[in-house]
C-alpha cells in the first residue's frame, strides 16, 4: 500500500487555524482535498487566520480548499457542509474531527452556558459530524478508497486527577474519545477506521496564548500532530482501528527519531506536558 492522500477527500472542522490547519496542509502536500469547517470567517486581532485565509494555505500547499462556514453544534449546517463537499469532490474519505471548546475551570467557576459549550462542540459535535460524513465514508470504503475518522481526543483514564481540576472539560474530551471506542467497533464491519490522536506536550497555538501562564517556547509545533494524523490516515483502514495515539510515540515506531524540529525552542527537553497523558 503507497502512503500517500493523493485524491483523497479530507473534511477537518476547526481548521482556520492551529492544528487543523496544519493537518489540513500535510494533506495538501499529497494533493488531496480539504474541506475546512470552522466558524471564524472575520479576522479577530487575537486569533489571527480565519476559514479563508486558511483555504489559501491549502491551496499553496499543493491541494484543493473548499472553506465551508459552519457551527459544528448546528445539525442543518453540517448536513450542508458535507453536502457542499460531495458536490465539490464527488465524496468524502476522511473526517477530522478536530474542533474543540476548552475551560480549565473547576465546577464553582464553569458557567453552564460553557459546559454546555463544550458538549456541544466537543462530544456533540463530533458525533454530529461523523453521523453526517458516515453515508460517504461506507461509499468509500465500498470503492476501496481507506476510510477514516481520526479525533483528536485524549486516551480514556479513569483516574481522578484528571477529573479534579476540570471535571466539566475532561468529561467533554472525554466524551469525543468514548466516540472513538464505540464508533471504532461500531465500523470495523464497514471498512472505516475511527482512531484518536493525542499530544504528549503542549502544542503551540493561537488558542493556547490565551491560556494565562503558558509559555509557548516550551511547547511543540502544531507539524507534530499533523505527521502523526498522516501516518494514521495512510494505514490500512481495516488493520488500524480503535486506538488512541500519542504523537511522539507513533513517530517514533514509524522510525521518526529526531523530535527536535518539531520543538518551538530548538535543543528544549524541558516541555510543557498536555492533559490525560500519563
Not at 3 to 31: N, Y
Not at 214 to 219: E, I, P
Not at 241 to 260: A, K, P, R, T, Y
Request: hydrophobic share 45%.
Amino acid at each position: 500500500m503507497t502512503r500517500s492522500l493523493k485524491g483523497k477527500t479530507l473534511v477537518i472542522t476547526g481548521a482556520s487555524r492551529g492544528i487543523g490547519l496544519a493537518i489540513g496542509e500535510r494533506a495538501a502536500r499529497d494533493g488531496a482535498n480539504v474541506v475546512l469547517l470552522a466558524k471564524t470567517t472575520e479576522p479577530n486581532p487575537r486569533l489571527p487566520g480565519t476559514l479563508f485565509t486558511a483555504a489559501e494555505e491549502i491551496q499553496v500547499a499543493g491541494g484543493q480548499a473548499l472553506p465551508v462556514p459552519t457551527d459544528i453544534r448546528d445539525e442543518a449546517a453540517v448536513a450542508a457542509a458535507v453536502q457542499a463537499a460531495v458536490d465539490r469532490f464527488g465524496g468524502i474519505d476522511i473526517l477530522v474531527n478536530n474542533a474543540s471548546a476548552i475551560s480549565l475551570t473547576n465546577t464553582p467557576m464553569t458557567p453552564m452556558k460553557r459546559f454546555d459549550l463544550m458538549f456541544g462542540v466537543n462530544v456533540r459535535g463530533t458525533y454530529c459530524c461523523t453521523q453526517a460524513c458516515l453515508p460517504h465514508l461506507i461509499a468509500s470504503a465500498k470503492a476501496g478508497r481507506n476510510p477514516h475518522v481520526l479525533n483528536m481526543s485524549p486516551p480514556l483514564s479513569m483516574r481522578e486527577h484528571w477529573f479534579r481540576p476540570h471535571v466539566a472539560y475532561t468529561m467533554a474530551k472525554y466524551g469525543m474519545s468514548e466516540c472513538t471506542l464505540g464508533h471504532a467497533g461500531e465500523f470495523r464491519p464497514l471498512g472505516i477506521a475511527v482512531n484518536s490522536l493525542w499530544p504528549r506536550t503542549a502544542i503551540a497555538t493561537a488558542a493556547l496564548q490565551m491560556i494565562p501562564g503558558v509559555d509557548l517556547k516550551l511547547c511543540r509545533k502544531p507539524e507534530i500532530l499533523a505527521d502523526a494524523a498522516w501516518w494514521i490516515l495512510t494505514s490500512e483502514s481495516k488493520a488500524v482501528s480503535g486506538h488512541f495515539f500519542i504523537d511522539d510515540e507513533l513517530l517514533q515506531s514509524h522510525g521518526v527519531h529526531d523530535l527536535d524540529p518539531y520543538a518551538v525552542t530548538p535543543g528544549n527537553r524541558n516541555f510543557i506536558p498536555d492533559f490525560f497523558v500519563d
